[in-house]
């Protein structure tokens, strides 16, 4: 049972936007910035966003991020085929002293 | 350009140890401004934070709570590199072991992964 909760899957046609939620506590999200990350089968994860929605050099401005309290989004405008992947959020918890991950979120596009 | 290249076994029988290394190139794990960390993940615990370890002034290391008693996480400042070590493995500690660099507020660079299997 992962500390974040996402939902299992989510799923949309080429072009459209689509939005991941990540939902936490007062000890982790409500209390630090948030992390996303895509990881393709087989792979290490890779960093999309971090600070709730800055995007590190090289990541499309089609992916950005949002918090707001102990939630937070992950949004992809302009679907692209490329982008059926696995998604998970990341937040520093101060009472676990720790990372801890939302159970991913696996994207299909239609 | 940072780089995490992991290596160590991907077989381990219960009870023994499981040891991983991580080596370092573009920065320094003696680094004062980023933290050292591992991280697993299997389809039934998904990903697992495991600890981290990292220089200021002094060495600092720290463990998930769950898995305190077993792991010992090291740093090498003549290899540039840090370790993983896990004792007494049972078939639940079979998973893919990364390792990643802790940077302005994200895990921001993940070795390849290491599919450790615990089995007889």
């Known amino acids: 049972q992962s500390v974040l909760t996402q939902p299992p899957s989510a799923s949309g046609t080429p072009g459209q936007r689509i939005a991941i939620s990540c939902s936490g506590s007062?000890?982790?999200?409500?209390?630090?910035?948030v992390n996303w990350y895509q990881q393709l089968p087989g792979r290490a994860p890779k960093l999309l966003i971090y600070?709730?929605?800055q995007r590190p050099s090289g990541v499309p401005d089609r992916f950005s991020g949002s918090k707001s309290g102990t939630s937070a989004s992950l949004a992809i405008s302009g679907l692209q085929s490329e982008d059926e992947s696995y998604y998970f959020c990341?937040?520093?918890?101060?009472?676990?002293?720790?990372?801890?991950f939302g159970g991913g979120t696996k994207l299909t596009v239609l | 350009q940072v780089q995490l290249q992991q290596s160590g076994p991907g077989l381990v029988k219960p009870s023994q140890t499981l040891s991983l290394t991580c080596a370092i190139s573009?920065?320094?794990?003696?680094?004062?401004?980023?933290?050292w960390n591992w991280i697993r993940q299997s389809p039934s615990r998904g990903l697992e934070w495991l600890g981290r370890?990292?220089?200021?002034?002094?060495?600092?290391?720290y463990y998930a709570v769950s898995v305190k008693s077993r792991m010992i996480i090291k740093a090498d400042t003549s290899k540039n590199q840090f370790s993983l070590q896990v004792n007494s493995v049972t078939p639940e500690d079979t998973a893919v072991y990364y390792c990643?660099?802790?940077?302005?507020?994200?895990?921001?660079?993940w070795g390849q992964g290491t599919l450790v299997t615990v089995s007889s």
């Open positions: 990643g660099r802790g940077y302005d507020g994200a895990i921001d660079q």
């Open positions: 600070r709730n929605d």
């Open positions: 370890t990292y220089y200021r002034s002094k060495w600092y290391t």
């Open positions: 990341a937040a520093w918890d101060g009472s676990l002293n720790g990372w801890v």
């Open positions: 007062s000890s982790n999200i409500g209390s630090d910035n």
């Open positions: 573009g920065d320094s794990v003696s680094s004062n401004r980023a933290a």
